[in-house]
């Protein structure tokens, strides 16, 4: 007797699919094609993302705080509240230098773009780091000499507080009041420097470190006292021990 056995069909390890025509598509053909579209998607989406964020720009850094040393100048730590009043003492000059060297104007981008090799805000942090060198030496200058007991910008502070508490208290007394009721932190910050560059100029000239030739009298002597204080200091100022921290320097906003 004969027997006949049928084997069964196994099913394929992977499925099959047909085209529209018939013809039959690979499994990993496909899986291939989903990889690839996804790649595609993503890199679309990259694109897209990284054309946006051109347009918007980089976003500017967080300024920092006004107690953040912004550089340390002879030991004197200088804080980015005091160096700001001398970036804004320095915007007219960096327009007018921006104006007549390469014929640009206030704008939006003003600060930000670049002219022969830097940017107004670069050009303007650089003139406000020299002034606060200036002032710092004067500064030491003064301690030194016992004009100043604090050279610091606490010191300031509680000096400025304190003068204009007394100038109200005059006011309210109805006394006479010498210049504005209340001093600005600024004016009153070029208020003490002037007055203790006029203080030094005496002081040095007293204790002979500037001399003066005998036969200079009157306004010819005061002029020459006063140029060779400048020349003093200003070499003081070249040869200060300046350390920069550059990360809150570049940080500070200028605008």
């Known amino acids: 007797m004969t027997t006949s056995v049928r084997q069964a069909r196994r099913p394929s390890t992977a499925p099959q699919r047909r085209t529209a025509r018939g013809r039959t598509v690979p499994g990993w053909a496909v899986a291939v094609a989903g990889v690839l579209g996804a790649v595609v998607i993503t890199a679309v989406v990259l694109l897209t993302a990284g054309h946006r964020d051109a347009a918007a720009g980089t976003p500017a850094p967080l300024a920092p705080p006004p107690t953040a040393v912004v550089a340390e100048i002879n030991g004197q730590d200088i804080p980015v509240r005091e160096f700001t009043l001398y970036l804004a003492q320095e915007r007219a000059a960096t327009f007018a230098h921006f104006r007549q060297a390469y014929g640009v104007s206030d704008g939006p981008d003003f600060w930000t773009t670049p ?89 040095l000239t007293r204790s002979g470190d500037i001399t003066v030739p005998d036969r200079l009298k009157g306004q010819d002597r005061q002029a020459y006292v006063h140029e060779r204080y400048r020349s003093m200091t200003a070499k003081l100022a070249r040869s200060a021990r300046t350390r920069v921290a550059r990360a809150v320097y570049d940080a500070v906003p200028v605008n």
Request: charge should be neutral; proline fraction near 3%.
């Open 115 to 203: 002219h022969g090799g830097t940017t107004p805000a670069a050009y303007a942090r650089k003139l406000a780091l020299a002034d606060v060198t200036r002032a710092a030496v004067v500064l030491g200058l003064a301690q030194r000499h016992g004009l100043i007991a604090d050279p610091g910008y606490d010191a300031f502070l509680t000096s400025w507080t304190a003068e204009n508490a007394r100038r109200r208290d005059a006011v309210a007394a109805h006394q006479v009041v010498y210049g504005p009721v209340q001093y600005t932190e600024a004016n009153y910050l070029n208020y003490v420097l002037h007055d203790l560059d006029a203080r030094l100029e005496t002081k």
